[in-house]
């Protein structure tokens, strides 16, 4: 069965810092995987995805993401946080069976 | 470009009263999928359906039913709400299992 872990739940950057959030996936083949983003309040925003190809991913609001088969891990970066991009961030592996959602990674920014 | 449409988006029910949920969208999309978030929880999964006219159960489906009628429509029932059914609830489609998942924005639900 796939599944998929982010070991932090909160964290917490100053803004301009840089950010790296992790997720590990588990999963018999490689997985698409994606990155999505949630504001309070509002549905979920795809920041990016990969599927094959080049590993470092980019996507929209200056975000990143590395997939490193042999660490089983696509982790999400960010080399300058803006106070917008405080949110819950989740890591979604797709595959053949239903879509698996970690609990998320809260993102706190503080001045 | 509506995407996936949720309606409503608020509602309060009183326990033991029922209602549906409809999840729309104009994507032509295979599947469909109604997810609960609450704190501390995360996304689960309640129901999903890889097609018109199928569905199968998710993590969570206790209390819940759901139908696939037409391809653009899913539908999520709570025949006697239960306070612990209160939550926000999301609908999401992809065109298949491996694919980008688009999601609604939301619908709020309160039992009492």
């Known amino acids: 069965a796939q599944s998929v872990t982010q070991p932090d739940i909160h964290i917490t950057v100053s803004e301009g810092a840089s950010l790296e959030l992790r997720c590990n996936y588990s999963?018999?083949?490689?997985?698409?995987l994606f990155w999505y983003v949630q504001s309070p309040g509002q549905g979920l925003q795809l920041l990016l995805k990969?599927?094959?190809?080049?590993?470092l991913v980019q996507g929209i609001k200056g975000f990143e993401a590395e997939f490193k088969r042999s660490q089983s891990s696509f982790n999400l970066r960010k080399p300058s946080v803006h106070w917008s991009d405080a949110a819950e961030y989740f890591c979604?592996?797709?595959?053949?069976?239903?879509?698996?959602f970690g609990k998320g990674t809260r993102l706190s920014v503080i001045a | 470009n509506a995407g996936v449409t949720q309606t409503p988006k608020f509602r309060v029910l009183k326990t033991g009263q029922s209602m549906t949920l409809l999840c729309a969208q104009d994507?032509?999309?295979?599947?469909m999928y109604w997810y609960r978030q609450d704190p501390g929880m995360g996304l689960r999964l309640i129901h999903y359906?890889?097609?018109?006219?199928?569905?199968a159960k998710g993590e969570v489906p206790d209390g819940y039913n759901v139908s696939r009628l037409k391809k653009q429509n899913f539908l999520l029932g709570l025949e006697s709400a239960a306070p612990s059914q209160t939550s926000v609830y999301f609908c999401?489609?992809?065109?298949?299992?491996?694919?980008?998942?688009?999601f609604g924005e939301g619908s709020w639900l309160t039992v009492v």
């Open positions: 999401a489609s992809s065109p298949t299992g491996r694919n980008t998942i688009y």
């Open positions: 999963y018999g083949a490689t997985p698409y």
């Open positions: 990969y599927f094959s190809g080049d590993t």
């Open positions: 979604i592996p797709s595959g053949n069976t239903p879509l698996v």
């Open positions: 994507m032509n999309h295979e599947y």
């Open positions: 359906s890889v097609g018109e006219g199928t569905t």
